[in-house]
């Protein structure tokens, strides 16, 4: 079973940047980042084809948030910029056996526990 392991959550200010990180086992599977704000459903956050070429963002990130492949292996970095109360949430790491990623959650198969990030006033 493919398994994923995010971090890099925290407390920061609105304006400030914080970086996510995700680590995922076995082959270079789509990636993708969603998260949930307290008393909301589950979003798309942003995703990332397997060889890194190709991204997509919600538009309530786009410009702010970008995702990119870290390495040869199985990892995605989420790098958020000019953070705001809106971005706070739990953001959770997401691997599909399809061989593109897309917006919908239910396309994907394995997900990661989690990683709060809170963003304060």
């Known amino acids: 079973q493919v398994q994923l392991v995010e971090s890099g959550g925290g407390l920061v200010q609105a304006g400030d940047s914080l970086r996510l990180s995700c680590t995922a086992s076995?082959?270079?599977?789509?990636l993708a980042w969603f998260r949930q704000a307290p008393g909301k459903e589950r979003e798309f956050v942003a995703s990332?084809?397997?060889?890194?070429?190709?991204?997509d963002y919600a538009d309530s990130v786009k410009g702010r948030f970008t995702i990119s492949r870290t390495n040869a292996k199985n990892t995605v970095s989420l790098q958020m910029n000019s953070l705001n109360i809106g971005d706070t949430g739990i953001y959770y790491c997401?691997?599909?056996?399809?061989?593109?990623?897309?917006?919908?959650?239910?396309?994907?198969?394995?997900w990661g526990q989690g990683t709060q990030v809170t963003v304060s006033s």
């Open positions: 997401a691997a599909t056996l399809r061989l593109a990623p897309s917006r919908d959650a239910a396309t994907y198969d394995f």
């Open positions: 076995g082959s270079r599977w789509p």
């Open positions: 990332v084809s397997r060889g890194g070429l190709v991204s």
